[in-house]
């Protein structure tokens, strides 16, 4: 009695409002389940729950009605988590010159929806009340399948990298080098083929190609990928195989792609040069076959602000106006910039230092 009792009032909270940001959050870490990490999720999550709790109190103060609050804050929710989608459709239409996806049009137009959406909760919305059980529970059910597809996802990784971790551990007996030249596996992402570049673009690519050549580099004419993304390309070529041969849980149909990041972490690349008493040291890339925690030396620069993930939020969503209108200066993305913060890192952490000649790329 006391139980039913309990779910008799908890249905009557309106929670949807925080329901529908929490699926929002959700929803893109499970789509984006392969790329990030599901930890990304709680910072971004806590801050606009805070908020939306700090504005549903103000809108109470406004109605001293918690379900006419509850209904407004859920359209404010609604407005600003569509923002960002309905602005990158527009933005691809042009009609007579006139591009509709522009901030002077749109923020107007959501400022007064968003008004709009007030009023009719606060003024105009019959028995609000009765909105609440209906609403929580389409909230709830929203939650159901991001929640089971990060979930899932983690415990297949959790599963592969067990498996992986426990191969890699069998190495083979540290062998006497004396000298064992460094190796610098660089991966230039999407960098296309000198004569793709010349048919498709126009762009001779020979200079630089010759440049190094003259340094002692090989250039492979005419190679291919052996496949068309990243994650499965590097995959396969830290492996020294195909991926059908590596396991038999990446079949064409699989929905999964979990023991990619097993099978590129702990690679038998990077298994046979550890055998061979060579320290891995990793760059953190924002990507996770190839950024290795877990390597001897591990360099990744200070947190700069945002994560990639809460980037990819905020450009869906309405805070996409703020960020577009203050755009970060082009020398905090620089090059030379992150590169000064690998260098800091390696020494304040590890404690080796490299020489001044050597600081400048």
Not at 224 to 232: A, E, I, P, R
Not at 331 to 357: C, D, H, M, N, W
Request: charged share 15%.
């Amino acid at each position: 009695m006391v139980k039913s009792t309990l779910f008799q009032n908890i249905k009557w909270v309106p929670l949807y409002p925080f329901f529908l940001i929490a699926y929002t959050v959700l929803a893109l870490v499970g789509i984006n389940i392969n790329e990030v990490e599901p930890n990304v999720l709680w910072r971004p999550l806590l801050l606009l729950l805070l908020g939306a709790l700090v504005l549903l109190v103000i809108l109470w103060f406004m109605s001293k009605d918690w379900h006419r609050a509850a209904v407004a804050l859920a359209i404010l929710v609604f407005l600003f988590f569509i923002y960002g989608h309905v602005y990158f459709y527009l933005k691809k239409i042009e009609i007579a010159g006139f591009i509709l996806g522009r901030h002077r049009q749109m923020v107007p137009l959501w400022f007064a929806m968003g008004l709009l959406g007030i009023w009719w909760a606060m003024r105009k919305l019959q028995n609000p009340q009765s909105f609440t059980p209906i609403l929580n529970l389409i909230s709830i059910f929203l939650l159901v399948y991001p929640s089971v597809q990060i979930i899932s996802y983690v415990i297949k990784r959790e599963q592969a990298e067990k498996a992986a971790l426990e191969a890699a551990q069998a190495k083979g007996t540290t062998l006497p080098l004396g000298y064992a030249p460094d190796i610098y596996y660089i991966i230039l992402d999407a960098y296309g083929r000198q004569d793709v570049l010349q048919e498709m673009f126009g762009f001779d690519n020979t200079p630089f190609l010759k440049s190094l050549e003259s340094r002692g580099f090989y250039v492979a004419e005419c190679s291919q990928s052996n496949y068309g993304q990243t994650m499965l390309s590097l995959t396969s070529s830290l492996n020294f195989d195909y991926l059908d041969s590596l396991t038999s849980s990446l079949t064409p149909d699989a929905d999964t792609r979990a023991p990619l990041r097993a099978l590129g972490q702990y690679n038998n690349l990077r298994k046979f040069l550890a055998s061979q008493g060579y320290n891995i040291v990793s760059f953190a890339t924002n990507f996770p076959v190839s950024e290795w925690k877990n390597a001897n030396y591990y360099l990744s620069p200070p947190p700069q602000g945002m994560s990639n993930f809460e980037i990819m939020l905020a450009q869906t969503s309405a805070w996409r106006v703020p960020m577009d209108i203050t755009n970060e200066p082009p020398e905090k993305r620089s090059a030379e910039f992150f590169f000064s913060q690998y260098v800091s890192k390696l020494y304040y952490t590890y404690g080796i230092e490299y020489p001044a000649a050597d600081r400048k790329l």
